[in-house]
């Protein structure tokens, strides 16, 4: 579990790990806590092989920390 605050940007969040041979080893919310809302969740269209997976859901877990760092909320016009 990690979690996110920036009260600069109003990003909060979490990004959660899930240890194992689990349908989805990454699931991660962010919010404005006001009106934003965006959940995600990383799923494989096959058998969950913890061990094989591991270094995609490495690398695709720091796209989702990126994706969480640099989003920004905008206002609507």
Excluded: C, M
Aim: hydrophobic share 40%; no cysteine; glycine share 4%.
């Amino acid at each position: 579990e990690k979690i996110f605050v920036n009260d600069s940007t109003k990003i909060f969040g979490t990004v959660y790990i899930i240890q194992g041979n689990t349908a989805s080893q990454v699931q991660f919310y962010i919010t404005d806590s006001v009106k934003h809302f965006l959940r995600g969740a990383l799923y494989f269209s096959n058998h969950p092989n913890k061990d094989s997976l591991a270094p995609v859901v490495n690398f695709l877990t720091d796209d989702i920390v990126k994706l969480i760092e640099t989003t920004r909320w905008k206002a609507k016009k």
